[in-house]
């Protein structure tokens, strides 16, 4: 192979291998294995049921794995608390946005900014410069700068989602994870989010759960098809959607 043809090989920043839960004897993620890249966006798309959540719920500590292993640059998660997992830098987002509502966006992004340990205390601290710098960088992300003091809840439900997307960027993970980010959302909305995670990926890796097929060609990478815990087909957008067992399973429902 010629020089030019060889593509310099990536470090794996997340690898997950054998990873099985089990509730009550039911193997909601079972035997699952793949490995995420820096710079990459990884879809995760698979039929109702199929463990995409749990996969996340497993990655952040929420749900503690019955087997096999999650390293994370090196550490390895399955052992740590939530809290320690978000320290070693990866943010979450769940299907709802899970916002301060009566708060404004600024509060928001201000409360999440990783000094604030309380609601009251996160307020109480001084607003300085850097503070602010860094609110306006990522209000100007998320496409708020214009509402910083409108109360949240009054936001559109697209500009609810990519607020809490806000409070996890103004935490600066190395891994970001959404959970069906464009639910719900109007198309330019969708166009909207596609272009903010293409621009936010640099130096990071984002791993999205989502049905929308339009939005999954508009970001991923690579694309990995769960079915029943397990992985079913992965690769490029175009490989996924002209393999044989994926076209039977979304046929199949
Ligand atoms: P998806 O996100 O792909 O739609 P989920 O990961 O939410 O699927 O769920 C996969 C399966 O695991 C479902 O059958 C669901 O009912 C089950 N499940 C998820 N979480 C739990 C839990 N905490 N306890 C028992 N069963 C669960
Ligand atoms: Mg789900």
Partial sequence: MSVMNQTPKKEFVLAVEGLTVSFDGFKAVNDLSFYVEEDEIRVIIGPNGAGKTTVLDLICGKTKATGGSITFRGK??????????????????????????????????????????????????????????????????????????????????????????????????????????????????????AELLNRITKGRSVIVIEHDMQFVEDIAHRVTVMHQGKTLSEGSMERVQNDPKVIEVYLGH
Avoid: C
Avoid at 101 to 107: C, M, N, S, W
Avoid at 132 to 151: G, P, Y
């Fill in 76 to 193: 390895e998660l399955t052992k740590m608390s939530e809290h320690e997992i978000v320290h070693a830098g990866i943010g979450r987002k769940f299907q709802n946005p899970s916002i301060y509502e009566d708060l404004t966006v600024f509060e928001n992004l201000e409360i999440s900014f990783p000094r604030g340990h309380s609601v009251l205390g996160a307020l109480a601290f001084k607003r300085d410069a850097e503070v602010i710098a860094a609110i306006q960088e990522v209000a100007d992300e998320i496409f708020l700068s214009e509402h910083l003091n409108k109360t949240a809840g009054l936001l559109s439900h697209g500009q609810k989602q990519w607020l809490e997307i806000g409070m996890l960027l103004i935490q600066k993970p190395d891994l970001l994870m959404l959970d069906e980010p464009v639910a719900g959302m109007s198309v330019a909305e969708r166009k909207q989010t």
